[in-house]
């Protein structure tokens, strides 16, 4: 069965630092995409940034980037000079069968000024 | 660019009464679209998706149903609202499956 798991339900970073959520998945395809989404207090889906694992490089997005692992199925989320703006839900997302994101429960984080 | 419009942005209704929630999509043609389901502190939860006009697959059974009347717009309803239906509503649209997926502002929906 495909899942995601993101074990950290809470996390808290001092506004400039540099915080890392977790995310791990089972799968047994071989050319997919894995997502990180943001969801602010507005409660909207904003994509953060897209890896596509046939890809070995990172993917970056201005101050967001990826730690890929393919072999351990893991994809990790670092958010660098985090600011007071990225205090938000972030979802890890993966593609599963052909039609359907699987979102995992998610990461709380809180930026503290 | 793609716009992807949803409203109402709230509703409350009443247990029994029936709903109708409304996407609609700018910019592009012959989306991917899909509705999903997220519980209060919870994931989300596809509930339907379509593929083109008239083409609608359902994942969860349940007492919602989806339509599909024109290429960019995905209405989801119910003839008789549930205690259970209360929660946020996203619609999605996408180019292709198992890409990137955007998402609307969502619809808060309390059934009291």
């Known amino acids: 069965a495909q899942t995601v798991t993101q074990s950290q339900p809470e996390m808290s970073v001092q506004e400039a630092e540099t915080v890392t959520l977790s995310c791990t998945y089972d799968?047994?395809?071989?050319?997919?995409?894995l997502f990180w989404y943001k969801q602010p207090p507005s409660r909207q889906m904003i994509l953060v940034i897209r890896?596509?694992?046939?890809?070995?490089q990172n993917a970056t997005e201005n101050r967001f980037s990826v730690n890929f692992q393919k072999a351990a199925k893991s994809f990790s989320l670092k958010i660098s000079d985090s600011q007071l703006g990225d205090t938000a839900m972030y979802f890890c997302a993966f593609p599963t069968g052909a039609n359907n994101l699987f979102f995992g429960t998610g990461t709380r984080l809180t930026v503290i000024p | 660019s793609q716009t992807i419009h949803q409203w109402p942005a709230t509703l409350v209704q009443p247990v029994g009464s029936p709903l109708s929630l409304e996407c609609t999509v700018e910019g592009t043609s012959n989306p991917n679209l899909y509705w999903y389901r997220q519980a209060a502190g919870r994931g989300l939860q596809l509930l339907f998706y379509s593929v083109g006009i008239g083409q609608i697959s359902s994942e969860v059974p349940q007492n919602l149903s989806a339509s599909r009347p024109q290429d960019r717009q995905f209405i989801l309803s119910s003839k008789k609202l549930l205690l259970s239906d209360s929660g946020f509503y996203l619609c999605a649209w996408s180019v292709l499956f198992q890409e990137t997926q955007y998402f609307g502002p969502g619809t808060r929906l309390l059934v009291l």
């Open positions: 890896q596509e694992a046939y890809k070995q």
């Open positions: 799968t047994s395809e071989n050319n997919y995409y």
